[in-house]
């Protein structure tokens, strides 16, 4: 019975982070950024530590240099900065800049809302339970890999 049930849920979790990221990308037009614009800005916003450019392609899910063009187009309209790496200068770090700082607090207000419309028709309880469940799925999955 697990397997059975376990067989939808793969597509079913593909088929929302596409849809999540269409609804947003929607919504996220009038800043003028494309999907993977905006979404490396949130998560270099989010990140603890500075990335480099390499570990920046493997977060976003990017060849490298595919990411190097969508960097340098980032950097040109002024949204983040290249620095060398303080531990190893053949690599750059990549940092946000305070325009793109501001434009991320736009992005939050806008995701913040979008998520408060998807998840009126589901019960508090009953998003804490996946949560927990994708979360465990998570590490198992990493765990495997």
Known sequence: MQTQAGENLGPLITDLS??????L?????????????????LLLARLRETPVQRELAELIGIEGPTLVHLLDRMARHG????????TDRRCKTVHLTP????VVQKIRRVTL????????AVPQRELLRC???LRALLERAEQLY
């Open 113 to 120: 809302a979008f998520r408060k419309e998807l998840f009126a």
């Open 25 to 41: 990308d929607q919504r996220l037009k009038p800043l003028g950024l494309s999907q993977v614009q905006w979404r490396v800005l």
């Open 131 to 133: 949560t927990r469940t």
């Open 99 to 102: 325009k793109a700082r501001r």
């Open 18 to 23: 596409r849809t999540w990221r269409t609804g």
């Open 79 to 86: 949204w983040i900065v290249r620095r060398p790496s303080a």
